[in-house]
């Protein structure tokens, strides 16, 4: 039965299928998944490996380098990075896409390359400790607290916070509650080298006693009867005290054959502390504090599982001791609940513009038909993306907006059909059909072409396609539902709205003054065929020469309000001072207007709580502050202030000031990467791009990546002199550790916690270098203690690189910098690219930009692979509907004066050609076809019924300017609201202003070009 007929015939099989798709897009509203951002794969892990003692280039070649060549064989690896520093490898492994489509995919590689890994750790060095593979640090911690408590030890606020991480984990869908900041501690044995000779103590007795008193150690077992009982020993070291009254051996007394024995505390002094040096510090506002992030286990609602994190935070409040208090810094659940009612206000916005545009040009009942059948299909959409596991967040909410204009155009078509018809005294029910008829095919068709328009973004490769995939789904779905309902819904409500005009019946309505005009002007047009088409030409050759003032981008700054600084000193800098100075400057930042908390990490990042967070790892010259302000607003104006106080009141620093962008990406704007066999030659390029980056005088944070070479002390061992004292080069230097930073003896057992003990010289004996030659060292041969003077030729200061990157174990280095607040990235980057381009590469090395440039050059490759075929399906579309080639041809040779409003737009509003604005020109395409094609196929029809073919393309263009214009209009006036969304921003310029232009252009273009193509004469016509 026809779709038409069956809706009408069977209004209460209708109206279930209505009240079924409303009631599931409430459903759906009220429980789907909702989030910030899409949850966005990151392909990446890390494997880090300890090699104590080793220099960089030792842990290059002897431990990076085998591991590396083990990983590269897996055929998912796309790119693999290592860092190589002082003791430490630190491989980041990136996989390919194709091969990790999901997160179930990609654990199955994780596995594998755990393997991997596994396999080379028998080819490491001896002294390398066993590789760990982290595979889980992308995670976002999408809630984020700051714990803090004032005048609380950090193991009491430690203690504290244990108990409520155990509280919030009973928290529905919570998957994880991470603890950042805390202070690891230690047991610090410092013996006095002068104390322990005078009582004729040897060091290494020492360690030998602390290390067996604390020891667990199977006992046995003994049977008692029936009854096996365990044997366990007492003795074992409880408190700090018992450390110091651990018993040792002295030396046998003069004349006496009987060795002595001595209280710990006599020869050396025992406290508990934070480790030194720290590895991380955490304050927010001036006090210390530990993070808790909490993450939700995929595919839960983040908002119903943050009421329940709130609502546990209510219920411990009483419990919570006087002084402890909990900062709420990141709140992912408001943040999406926020989101969505913005969504909703947006709905509401764009449903009152199209029912008001509808009204003023169709009147009410056809605004009432169009606007059920909009807020039906928005229905139906909602509960398909929750059958189909499509999240509430800011990609398929942005979709859903950009739709909700698309979403008419076909109920406008049958809308207007129906009541032209009405009007001309036909009965509802054939009028319904004969529309619908007419119709279906070309809507289909159209609706398929806009469909397609985004597909590239659904099914191109890469992390950005990924991270806006949703948008295609989305599209997708709510445009067949669009589809669906203007041949079955919109037929129905007519019926039930529509009243049928007998009287009429055989006479046509009076034309319109605007349609008369429209004909009249349209008949000048094929007059002038040649002469329009050439105007169009014109304008199209114009706006491809002023596309070169237009600016380029990537994606846009994200709105919430918080800024970030970054503030790096000299390579090897001690992180007590990195610490001072991050102290001073977090109270000048505190103290500046709308500034409302100052969160400060030294020596790392901290946790991510956003997807657009990168958390910097260990280095002890590095300290970050996060500054949340009380509008984002006050951002443009902070950042460039905080930034001039750190340049001028922090000369030997380096600070970057910078704000979040959405979408993917990260790190420095502007990256020149340098590739080739020689460090030495791979510093030089670096440092030459990095003096064009200087001498610019806009670019701010210029660095490389390796960073400054460090100053080192090499002690000289002298074998000949050590192989007669007895002592070896590996004894000379477990000597300095313990001397300077220390030596694990033993551990101590508090509850869950194992705290290292350490032995180490009193700090008079271990600050500075002078003491370094009177370090004693014990002698294998003859069991005393030896001066390392005595073993080394002397002591040489010298500089090595602190950091060698690789890059597919190719050695890698890259210039970095960004642009200053007030200028893009793409602007800067246009100024020095030529400059370092002209650097002269000797064979066999390489450049490659990095940064936005590089990022955003990848993304657009990525759609360009799923470009072609989604242009070839959109062609193969048309032609499949029109059954020919000229109508198709014509209707695609209006598809690039879209670009004519597109550059209008994008020079008027200052916006830039973003990612996001491609993904508008693309479906702008799509649109435009869609109108081209009702256009196209009204004068087909009209000529197939026996019309002069120069009346038929008059009166077609004059049938279908108003559903046209009334599409283009409610298009245009929905996504209006995006203005607002910095993430749409550029799209919602160029759909609006591609869009306006494209039309006006499209209802005078398309009937010249249809002229022309079929050879149409003004003779051909029933006036004179």
Avoid: C
Wanted: no cysteine; hydrophobic share 45%.
């Amino acid at each position: 039965m026809h779709p038409a007929e069956f809706a009408i015939k069977n209004r209460l099989i209708s109206v279930i299928v209505i009240l079924i798709a409303l009631f599931g897009g409430w459903t759906a509203y009220e429980n789907m998944p909702r989030f910030e951002d899409p949850e966005f794969t990151i392909r990446q892990a890390v494997v880090v490996t300890q090699y104590p003692g080793a220099t960089p280039e030792e842990v290059a070649n002897e431990v990076t380098e085998p591991l590396e060549s083990a990983i590269q064989q897996l055929q998912e690896v796309d790119e693999i990075t290592s860092e190589s520093s002082f003791g430490v490898s630190r491989i980041t492994v990136e996989i390919k896409f194709e091969f990790s489509p999901s997160k179930e995919d990609l654990q199955i590689i994780w596995g594998k390359l755990r393997n991997k890994v596994d396999d080379a750790t028998g080819s490491l060095p001896p002294g390398a400790l066993a590789p760990v593979t982290n595979d889980d640090f992308g995670d976002v911690y999408g809630l984020y607290y700051f714990v803090t408590g004032e005048g609380y030890t950090a193991k009491e606020l430690h203690e504290y916070v244990k108990g409520l991480r155990a509280d919030l984990l009973a928290v529905d869908d919570v998957a994880k509650v991470a603890i950042t900041g805390v202070q690891s501690e230690a047991i610090y044995v410092e013996i006095s080298r002068d104390r322990a000779a005078a009582l004729g103590v040897s060091v290494d007795q020492v360690y030998n006693d602390l290390a067996k008193q604390n020891s667990v150690v199977p006992a046995g077992s003994v049977r008692v009867g029936d009854l096996r009982l365990n044997i366990l020993p007492t003795g074992d070291i409880d408190s700090v005290a018992a450390i110091e009254n651990v018993i040792v051996s002295t030396s046998s007394s003069s004349g006496s054959d009987t060795a002595g024995v001595v209280y710990l505390r006599d020869i050396a002094t025992v406290r508990r502390e934070p480790k030194d040096p720290q590895k991380f510090i955490l304050r927010h506002n001036g006090q210390p504090a530990l993070g808790l992030g909490i993450s939700n286990v995929t595919g839960a609602n983040v908002v119903k599982m943050a009421k329940g994190i709130d609502a546990a935070f209510a219920a411990e409040e009483s419990r919570r001791p006087i002084g402890m208090e909990i900062h709420q810094y990141y709140h992912q659940g408001n943040i999406v609940e926020k989101a969505v009612q913005d969504f909703v206000v947006n709905v509401v916005m764009a449903l009152v513009i199209v029912l008001i545009t509808l009204l003023i040009f169709m009147g009410l009942k056809s605004a009432v038909v169009i606007g059920a059948v909009l807020l039906l299909t928005i229905a139906a959409t909602l509960g398909t993306m929750y059958l189909v596991d499509i999240p509430m967040h800011r990609i398929s909410l942005g979709a859903l907006i950009i739709a909700l204009g698309m979403l008419v155009d076909n109920a406008i078509v049958v809308t207007e059909g129906i009541l032209v018809g009405v009007q001309q005294g036909r009965k509802k029910l054939d009028v319904a059909k004969d529309i619908v008829t007419r119709t279906w095919w070309p809507l289909l068709g159209g609706t398929i072409v806009g469909i397609i328009a985004f597909a590239p973004i659904g099914f191109a490769p890469g992390s950005t396609a990924e991270y806006t995939g949703h948008l295609f789904w989305v599209v997708l779905i709510s445009l067949l539902y669009s589809w669906v309902f203007a041949i079955t819904a919109v037929p129905l409500l007519a019926d039930l709205l529509f009243e049928e005009n007998t009287a009429a019946a055989g006479h046509a309505p009076p034309e319109g003054a605007f349609s008369l005009y429209y004909k009249r002007f349209m008949r000048g047009v094929l007059a002038a065929r040649w002469g329009v088409i050439g105007i169009a030409v014109g304008l199209f050759v114009v706006s491809v020469w002023a596309f070169q003032f237009t600016k380029s981008g990537f994606f846009p700054s994200s709105t919430t309000p918080q800024l970030v600084v970054d503030y790096w000193l000299t390579e090897g800098t001690d992180i007590d001072r990195t610490d001072a100075d991050m102290r001073q400057l977090e109270q000048a930042v505190a103290q500046l207007d709308g500034v409302e908390s100052v969160t400060t990490y030294v020596g790392q990042g901290g946790l991510r709580y956003m997807l657009v967070y990168p958390p910097e790892s260990y280095n002890s010259a590095y300290g970050q502050l996060l500054v949340r302000v009380s509008d984002y607003s006050l951002i443009d104006t902070l950042i460039p202030t905080i930034q001039s106080y750190v340049d001028n009141n922090y000369p030997d620093a380096q600070g970057k000031v910078w704000r979040f962008k959405l979408g993917p990406g990260g790190g420095s704007a502007i990256q020149a990467e340098f590739s080739g066999p020689d460090p030495v030659v791979l510093r030089r390029l670096a440092g030459e791009a990095t003096d064009i980056f200087a001498q610019d005088g806009n670019l701010i944070s210029i660095n490389e990546d390796w960073r400054q070479p460090v100053s080192v002390l090499e002690p000289i061992y002298s074998e000949t002199s050590g192989r007669r004292l007895g002592v070896s080069r590996e004894d000379l230097a477990a000597a300095l550790r313990s001397n300077y930073s220390g030596r694990d003896i033993g551990v101590y057992r508090e509850g869950d916690e194992l705290i290292p003990i350490i032995a180490r010289a009193p700090e008079a004996e271990r600050t500075g270098v002078s003491g370094l030659p009177g370090i004693q060292i014990p002698s294998a041969t003859t069991g005393n203690t030896v001066p390392l003077i005595e073993v080394v030729e002397g002591v040489n200061s010298t500089w090595r690189d602190a950091q060698l990157r690789r890059l597919d174990r190719v050695w890698t280095i890259k210039a970095q910098a960004d642009p200053l607040p007030s200028e893009l990235a793409s602007v800067a980057f246009d100024r020095i690219r030529g400059q370092v381009e002209a650097i002269a590469l000797p064979p066999g090395y390489t450049l490659t930009w990095r940064g936005e440039y590089g990022d955003s050059t990848e993304a657009n490759g990525n759609l360009a692979t799923t470009l072609p075929i989604g242009l070839a399906a959109m062609v193969l579309t048309v032609i499949i509907l029109f059954n020919a080639i000229r109508q198709p041809l014509l209707i695609w040779l209006v598809v690039p004066l879209s670009i004519i409003g597109v550059v209008i737009g994008l020079l008027v509003t200052g916006s830039a050609m973003e990612f996001m604005a491609i993904l508008g020109v693309l479906s702008l395409s799509g649109l435009l076809i869609k109108n081209a094609i009702v256009l196209v196929d009204q004068m087909d029809l009209e000529i197939r019924e026996g019309k002069p073919r120069h009346d038929a393309v008059i009166d077609s263009a004059a049938s279908r300017v108003r559903p046209v214009m009334m599409g283009s209009m409610t298009t245009v006036l929905g996504v209006l609201p995006l203005f607002m969304d910095p993430f749409f921003a550029a799209m919602a310029v160029v759909l609006v202003f591609g869009l306006s232009f494209a039309t006006l252009l499209t209802l005078i273009v398309v009937p010249a070009l249809y002229a022309i193509f079929f050879g149409i004469t003004d003779e051909e016509r029933s006036y004179a």
